[in-house]
């Protein structure tokens, strides 16, 4: 079954997102555990989670398909050391958020070395990942880096980058990623024909094993392959265009995965662009019934 949703705003609770997941012709979504410009965050009230967790059984949505992603300020790559600080701190507050919640995946960019390096970078954020893991302790949540986009001292833009932070830390079978569409394609991964797809498969196959995959950012690019810019587009409004994700979403290995949607806009916006992957995919049923 076809697994598909988007970022959805917490704005009315934690409570509402299932429900309008399903409003939106969705039945996986992500969403942030706090305000994700600020380095405050607090814990979720009892009576909140009861609610949120009575509404994922209510609609029967699965916790594994659901994505928490960490505050934008998160760098564990910063050469400040305040800044390294404050980001273990926040990261363990998010782990937390996540399984008070009853989710399984907290997704994170790597960081960025700022001007620093590569190698010092990647060192950095692979201590900061073991020191957030061997502090927590037990828990039943898996961090999930994402591609990013290649611009700004971003390190993960590469496969092979996000297998050197993985390979680095002690926790490597506690860490998985998000390929998200738009910044592979910013970092030139085309995925526009088959045989493209089937090449990015068999990287990530190849530096990570394709179990590592989890979840899958799925956003058209405002700019050309390879422009380095982050900019998302609506899907098929974009350069990876209607025909481009048909050729994506012809991979079964991509179809396994949850779709979470960060596209321009709210809840019609990704109902609409639920509508048109479905579409894409010649489905014409909701992916709920
Ligand atoms: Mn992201
Ligand atoms: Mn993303
Ligand atoms: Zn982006």
Request: hydrophobic fraction near 35%; glycine fraction near 10%.
């Amino acid at each position: 079954m076809l697994k598909i949703g988007a970022h959805m705003s917490t704005s009315k609770g934690y409570h509402r997102v299932p429900v309008e997941t399903l409003g939106i012709g969705g039945n996986c979504f992500q969403i942030f555990p706090h305000s994700p410009s600020m380095w405050r965050a607090k814990l979720p009230e009892e009576r909140k989670i009861e609610l949120f967790k009575d509404a994922m059984i209510k609609t029967k949505l699965c916790s594994e398909d659901a994505l928490v992603h960490s505050g934008y300020l998160i760098n564990l790559a910063s050469p400040k050391e305040e800044v390294r600080y404050k980001s273990i701190e926040l990261l363990k507050l998010e782990i937390t958020i996540t399984e008070m919640l009853g989710l399984k995946y907290l997704n994170f960019h790597p960081g960025s070395h700022l001007g620093t390096g590569l190698e010092t970078g990647i060192d950095r954020i692979a201590r900061g990942i073991d020191e957030v893991l061997s502090s927590i302790g037990d828990t039943e949540v898996v961090l999930l880096l994402e591609n990013v986009a290649p611009k700004g001292g971003n390190i993960g833009s590469r496969i092979e980058e996000l297998k050197m932070i993985i390979k680095r830390t002690s926790y490597a079978d506690r860490i998985g990623i998000t390929y998200d569409t738009c910044h592979g394609f910013d970092s030139g991964y085309d995925i526009r024909s088959r045989e493209m797809v089937e090449k990015l498969l068999a990287e990530i196959d190849h530096w990570l094993g394709l179990e590592k995959l989890k979840m899958i950012h799925l956003n058209d690019s405002k700019y050309p392959l390879g422009a380095a810019k982050d900019r998302h587009e609506r899907i098929g409004d974009g350069y990876i265009g209607e025909e481009g994700f048909a050729a994506f979403l012809s991979s079964d290995e991509i179809l396994k995965r949850p779709l979470i949607l960060e596209t321009p806009g709210g809840n019609e916006e990704h109902a609409q662009d639920i509508k048109r992957v479905k579409k894409i995919l010649g489905i014409e049923r909701d992916a709920n019934d």
